[in-house]
């Protein structure tokens, strides 16, 4: 475990507030007090963070406890290496006799059964026999795709704390805490540009303060406002042009006069429909996220729905002057 990613490093606010409270309340807690614990939220958020600390806390507290950590695709491949090797028996006693099993990114084993399936049986050992399980993943338990119903249902029987995205006054509060720890002078404007600016993940938030702090040391340039732009032009210039899909929904829902839950709904009216199309349109040319991602934010459709839309709307704006001016409007203020 990352010994830097402790609870004392955890920079709190209201967006992870719930989840910091259930990792130290499962940390300092002699037995399980909900099981298991599921953390969902974004990329960089900071599960990763909590995992490792509840892990470092009860690592120095009780030395005796045994824990693993481990991604899903590795609790994967360890298993198919087990199938291969044909001793599934030594790798179900090495997870069935911990104290503490935290899996982290468990979507991944979407679609993957027999996986699933050990995963399934692994976990309700654990859970019987009173030890804790923490889990993470990029969306609720509800919500994760490929996954047996009968597995959805036991990863909510415990705790699901959910990690919004970070508020302007927690990225803040992020990047003083990380200038502290590094005993760096870094000017408050420099910061709060930051944590106007890059709103994206707290991942490439500190990664961008790395970057400055790095220049300013190794160039020997101060750290201004100045400067921080210049190093960080190609950062920024990308946040400033990101677009969330949820962002186009709404703008052209509004634009269009329909409902934003028509964007996830099975309504195929053609006063429904044919914003959708514009929305997963613009979805594909706005932002990085690939077809099959753009399908399961429009309620979990097909990526081949996805590419049905985009060429009806390329069609469309080829053939009806006013329909191409709409879609070219609603991009140019997307991109404002």
């Not at 028996?89 to 050990?118: C, N, P, W, Y």
């Not at 692994?122 to 338990?141: C, E, G, H, M």
């Not at 349109?281 to 706005?286: N, V």
């Not at 390329?314 to 404002?336: I, P, Y």
Request: proline share 4%; aromatic share 6%; glycine share 6%.
């Amino acid at each position: 475990m990352d010994p830097r990613l402790t609870f004392e490093n955890f920079v709190v606010g209201k967006p992870n507030e719930l989840a910091y409270a259930a990792a130290r309340r499962i940390a300092e807690a002699p037995t399980a007090p909900f099981n298991p614990l599921f953390l969902y939220g974004g990329v960089g958020l900071g599960k990763t963070h909590l995992m490792h600390a509840i892990g470092l806390h009860i690592k120095k507290q009780s030395p005796e406890r045994r824990i693993i950590y481990l991604s899903a695709e590795k609790f994967m491949y360890q298993f198919v290496r087990a199938l291969r090797t044909k001793d599934t028996m030594a790798f179900k006693e090495q997870f069935r006799s911990v104290d503490v099993l935290m899996i982290d990114d468990v979507q991944f084993i979407g679609g993957r059964e027999a996986t699933q399936e050990e995963f399934f049986h692994t976990f309700n050992a654990l859970v019987d026999q009173n030890r804790q399980v923490v889990i993470s993943a990029d969306k609720s338990p509800s919500d994760l795709e490929g996954v047996e119903e009968r597995m959805r249902s036991r990863l909510g029987w415990g705790l699901v704390a959910d990690i919004h995205p970070t508020t302007y006054e927690l990225r803040l509060g992020i990047l003083q805490a990380r200038a502290e720890q590094a005993s760096i002078d870094i000017p408050i404007k420099v910061l709060e540009f930051l944590a106007h600016k890059i709103t994206s993940n707290v991942r490439e938030l500190e990664g961008a303060l790395n970057r400055i702090v790095a220049h300013g040391t190794l160039v020997g340039r101060p750290i201004t406002l100045e400067n921080t732009q210049e190093v960080l032009h190609d950062l920024l210039r990308a946040n400033d042009r990101r677009v969330t899909i949820e962002e186009i929904q709404k703008r052209v829902s509004a634009h269009f006069n329909v409902r934003v839950a028509d964007m996830h709904s099975a309504r195929r009216a053609r006063a429904v429909a044919r914003p959708r199309q514009v929305a997963m349109y613009l979805s594909k040319q706005l932002t990085s996220r690939s077809l099959p991602e753009i399908g399961r934010k429009f309620g979990g459709r097909d990526h081949t729905t996805v590419m049905h839309a985009v060429r009806k709307v390329e069609e469309l704006k080829a053939t009806d002057s006013g329909f191409a001016e709409d879609v070219e409007l609603l991009r140019r203020m997307l991109e404002a």
